[in-house]
Structure formats: structure tokens, C-alpha cells
């Protein structure tokens, strides 16, 4: 299987976490730029966004949270609780608000006013960033590995933290800065900073996967 994926997108983090946590075998990383809209990528799918996973010559899926489902069939194999698919699309909406907003601000033309969605989306980011807790981002021992969720909703706050320093640490409670710590010293987390991707491995090491 191939993973197109680019250094800095936090849906394909999330992917690759997940891939490494659960040593998923046989991935093969396809690094590409989706601003360009390569070939490689449009062929795969015309939408032109990562990450992409293509199985074979004739079949890909895009959307992070499809990859996942499919990479890690376990993780679907009993009905999620209510509690559980809430968390899943906290997360899920955490990552896309976070992403939407730096992307408005980013290029967002230097002589037209503020896209009133830049303002918009900092608000609802803001609005829930106060209300987390360490409940929303549970603590894991030496043998356990974050439930997925959960590590959605990490690289979310990691993304923010990265992004939009200013807001993160004026909204996000001290003892939820610190767990997420816990999880930014994850094998999983490290391989995946956009600094460690910039070598552009071809593979995964699935002896970082270890959840110690």
C-alpha cells in the first residue's frame, strides 16, 4: 500500500500516529505537494489534498478518518459507544476548524480586508479549547496505547500548539498542556513533527510503534 502524504498536514499525521501506534505493515510514504496539484496525486484523487491510500493500480481512499477505518479494522470491529463517537468527531472537527483557520490566514490576500471566517473560526476554536480537560485527553500507561480518538484529539492541540501558539496557550488549561506533553513524547508523535518528516523516509520504522 502507498500513503501520499506531505511534511506538515496534521489529517496525514494523524494517519501515519495511528499506522505506527498500530504497526500497520507494508506502507510505503509517497511524499508529495498538493498545493502543486502533481499528477502523481490527481490520479489518485482529483480533489488534489492528502493523505491518500492507495491498496492497488485501481483503488485509493481519501479522508483521514476512511484511512484510519480501513488501516485498522479492529477499531471497528465492535459498535463505538455514543461517548466514543462523540469524542471521535470532537477531534475530527478540532483538526479540521484548526486547520481551516491557519489556511484563511495564511492565504489570505495582503490587500483585502480579513476573511470574516478567520474570526469566525478563532472564536469556535476558543469556545472549545476552554471547555477540555484532561477527561477529553485520557492518561495511558506503559502498556496501553491511546485509543484513536484520543489521538486525534492530540495531534489537534499539537497542531494548535504549533500553529497558533498565542491562542493555545491563553485557552488550553495548564494540566491539559501538560498531558498532551505525554503524548508529544510518544515514538509515535516524534517520528511524526514536521521536522522529522522533512527527511522523507520511504517507510515507517514499525519498531517505533512501541507504546512504552
Sequence with gaps: ??????????????????????AVPDLELIWVNPWDTPETLT????????????M???????ESSIIVRYLIPASIAQSPSLQALQRLALGKMLLETAFRHTSLKRYAPADLPPHPLIEQTERG????????????????????????????IAIALDYISF?????????????????LH???????????????LAAQSASIPLDESSCS
Design 1 to 22: 500500500m502507498k500513503l501520499y502524504l506531505n511534511t506538515t498536514s496534521p489529517f496525514a499525521r494523524w494517519v501515519l500516529v495511528c499506522a505506527l501506534e498500530y
Design 182 to 196: 505525554a503524548y508529544q513524547l510518544r515514538p509515535s508523535f516524534e517520528f511524526t513533527t514536521p521536522s522529522a
Design 163 to 179: 500553529r497558533c501558539p498565542d491562542l493555545f496557550v491563553s485557552s488550553v488549561a495548564q494540566s491539559l498542556q501538560e498531558q
Design 56 to 62: 492497488n493500480q485501481t483503488e485509493a481512499l481519501y
Design 125 to 152: 476554536l476558543t469556545r472549545v479549547l476552554q471547555t477540555l480537560s484532561v477527561q477529553d485527553l485520557p492518561s495511558f500507561s506503559a502498556q496501553q496505547r491511546p485509543d484513536l480518538a484520543s489521538l486525534q
Design 43 to 54: 490520479r489518485v484523487n482529483p480533489f488534489s489534498t492528502v493523505p491518500v491510500l492507495q
